[in-house]
């Protein structure tokens, strides 16, 4: 638990003294399989230092007891895409992890890739999403152990954006409902 502290007060340290540009949000989702509910709160708060590095801190805690911090590099070559690299904790007998992803933008189309792996195992998200008006997208929607499905966005305004999406399971099969809560931060 120590080394949770010590690697959370480093990220929050790095990123704040970083200058310049932020890409930041707080959220919140609730995933129900077979009546049982689980919610998850999740943070990403990034910085960068001119137009293509930055850097970022990412968190994760749920409901169970589980949770995970990391940060790490952003490179931004194109303003339509970011690739990211980093390294974290979480809470496992084997609390290392590294993850990395993709986002790209363009055409009213947007993807998020990501991928991590080490202590309790790989681990994926991925949404692509295309917007139909200026207040709704429709894509899919697919992470490990929470279901592969189709996915609606409302953003309210430029702060807030509700979700839901619904689909089984790729690992175990069984039916999800995931509906999150997403907020920017300035």
């Given at each position: 638990m120590r080394t949770f502290q010590i690697v959370v007060v480093a990220l929050v340290l790095l990123v704040v003294a970083a200058p310049a540009k932020a890409q930041n949000f707080v959220g919140t989702e609730t995933e129900v399989?077979?009546?049982?509910?689980?919610?998850?709160?999740?943070?990403?708060?990034?910085?960068?230092?001119n137009k293509s590095v930055g850097l970022f801190a990412w968190g994760q805690a749920q409901t169970d007891g589980w949770g995970q911090v990391y940060g790490g590099v952003v490179y931004t070559p194109k303003p339509w895409i970011a690739l990211s690299l980093g390294t974290g904790v979480e809470k496992d007998a084997h609390p290392g992890r590294i993850g990395t992803s993709?986002?790209?933008?363009?055409?009213?189309?947007?993807?998020l890739a990501v991928y991590e792996n080490g202590g309790s195992g790989a681990w994926y998200k991925t949404i692509l999403t295309k917007?139909?008006?200026?207040?709704?997208?429709?894509?899919?929607?697919?992470?490990?152990?929470?279901?592969?499905?189709?996915?609606?966005?409302?953003?309210?305004?430029?702060?807030?954006?509700?979700?839901?999406?619904?689909g089984p399971d790729l690992e175990d099969h069984h039916k999800k409902l995931v509906?999150?809560?997403?907020?920017?931060?300035p």
């Open positions: 399989k077979s009546g049982d509910v689980v919610s998850l709160i999740d943070s990403l708060y990034g910085r960068t230092f993709a986002w790209m933008s363009g055409h009213g189309y947007t993807l917007a139909v008006t200026s207040k709704i997208a429709v894509g899919v929607f697919s992470r490990r152990f929470a279901g592969t499905g189709p996915l609606v966005e409302y953003s309210a305004n430029k702060v807030v954006k509700i979700w839901v999406t619904a509906a999150g809560l997403n907020i920017g931060l």
